[in-house]
T-cell receptor, first 114, second 113 residues
Framework: EPEVTQTPSHQVTQMGQEVILRCVPI?????FYWYRQILGQKVEFLVS????????KSEIFDDQFSVERPDGSNFTLKIRSTKLEDSAMYFC????????????FGPGTRLTVT | AQTVTQSQPEMSVQEAETVTLSCTYD???????LFWYKQPPSRQMILVIR??????QNATENRFSVNFQKAAKSFSLKISDSQLGDAAMYFC??????????FGTGTRLTIIP
C-alpha cells in the first residue's frame, strides 16, 4: 500500500542552523501539507501546497519557513535559522484532493534544536 | 473561529470492552468532513475513520464507529471489543472547508489487560 515517507527520522541541529526536512508524498496525490507537534501538545497546521504554490499557511509559518517541491516526488520544509522552540515532531501529509479527501501522514521527523 | 474540544485527556478500558471518546467542535460551515486519527507510541498518525457532515448515517469501520450529531456539533468515536493494540492517543480532526485539519488536544487511551 502506498505511503508517505519522511527523512530523516530524527535531526539534531544547533540553534541558528538551517535544516531541511524531506518528504515523499503518495505518488498520485496533489495536495501536500506540513504539520508540527510540540511534545505533549496538539498537532498544528503549518502550510498546504498545491500546484507548486502555497495555498494556505498558518501564523506559525513565518519568513523562517519555506516549502518546495524540487522535483516530481519530493516535498521539503526548510527552516532557515532554527530556534529552540522549533523543536518538535514535523509531519508531512498528502491527499488526492482538498477538503473531502483523507490526509495520509508520514511517520514524522523529530527535530531537536540545541 | 473554528474550535475542536476533546474533553477527556485520558481514558482507560478493560480489554474486550467498549469505550467512547468524545469530540465537540464549533464551525459556521454547513459542509465539512470529520476524521479520527490514532497516534500510537511510535507517533505515526494513522487514519481511523471519516464522516461526511452531509450524511446522516454514522460511519463504521470494523470495530470503530462514530456517533455524529450535527446539530449538537458532536462527533464521538466508539471502539468495540477493545484490543491491546488500540492503546494510543486519539485525535479528532475536522476538515472545515479550508486546506487544513484542525486537531483537538487528544485523548490518551489505555487498554487494561
Amino acid at each position: 500500500e502506498p505511503e508517505v515517507t519522511q527523512t530523516p527520522s530524527h535531526q539534531v541541529t544547533q540553534m541558528g542552523q538551517e535544516v531541511i526536512l524531506r518528504c515523499v508524498p503518495i505518488s498520485n496525490h496533489l495536495y501536500f501539507y506540513w504539520y508540527r507537534q510540540i511534545l505533549g501538545q496538539k498537532v498544528e497546521f503549518l502550510v498546504s501546497f498545491y500546484n507548486n504554490e502555497i495555498s494556505e499557511k498558518s501564523e506559525i509559518f513565518d519568513d523562517q519557513f519555506s516549502v518546495e517541491r524540487p522535483d516530481g516526488s519530493n516535498f521539503t520544509l526548510k527552516i532557515r535559522s532554527t530556534k529552540l522552540e522549533d523543536s518538535a515532531m514535523y509531519f508531512c501529509a498528502s491527499s488526492e484532493g482538498r477538503t473531502s479527501y483523507e490526509q495520509y501522514f508520514g511517520p514524522g521527523t523529530r527535530l531537536t534544536v540545541t | 473561529a473554528q474550535t475542536v474540544t476533546q474533553s477527556q485527556p485520558e481514558m482507560s478500558v478493560q480489554e474486550a470492552e467498549t469505550v467512547t471518546l468524545s469530540c465537540t467542535y464549533d464551525t459556521s460551515e454547513s459542509d465539512y468532513y470529520l476524521f479520527w486519527y490514532k497516534q500510537p507510541p511510535s507517533r505515526q498518525m494513522i487514519l481511523v475513520i471519516r464522516q461526511e457532515a452531509y450524511k446522516q448515517q454514522n460511519a463504521t469501520e470494523n470495530r470503530f464507529s462514530v456517533n455524529f450529531q450535527k446539530a449538537a456539533k458532536s462527533f464521538s468515536l466508539k471502539i468495540s471489543d477493545s484490543q491491546l493494540g488500540d492503546a494510543a492517543m486519539y485525535f479528532c480532526a475536522p476538515h472545515f472547508g479550508n486546506e487544513k485539519l484542525t486537531f483537538g488536544t487528544g485523548t490518551r487511551l489505555t487498554i487494561i489487560p
